[in-house]
């Protein structure tokens, strides 16, 4: 499954690898009905993306929290915090006020 946006969610590049391993785990949800994914497919939409940083992706996947569980080896799954979170990536931003 591949991420279809024009460009990574965030300012730093810790924040885009999370924000792309986040949406990966929605995008498995909505298409298979659990957010579970390889670590492939998030690795791959983080270098499709851009946000792939070789020296420092490892360290940033130790900074998941709580809402991301599992592990490259044998996959990652979306908790329940993590579910909020990815639905908070796909929120439409507020219109300005007038």
């Known amino acids: 499954m591949t991420l279809i946006l024009g460009e990574p969610i965030g300012k730093s590049d810790r924040v885009k690898t999370i924000n792309t391993y986040l949406l990966t785990g929605i995008a498995a949800l909505l298409e298979s009905g659990t957010a579970n994914f390889q670590d492939e497919t998030a690795r791959k939409n983080c270098e499709s993306l851009g946000c792939y940083d070789q020296n420092n ?42």
């Open 57 to 98: 992706h490892s360290k940033y996947m130790k900074e998941f929290g709580n809402k991301i569980t599992g592990s490259k080896k044998t996959g990652w799954k979306l908790t329940g915090p993590g579910l909020v979170a990815g639905a908070e990536i796909l929120k439409p931003a507020e219109p300005s006020k007038r």
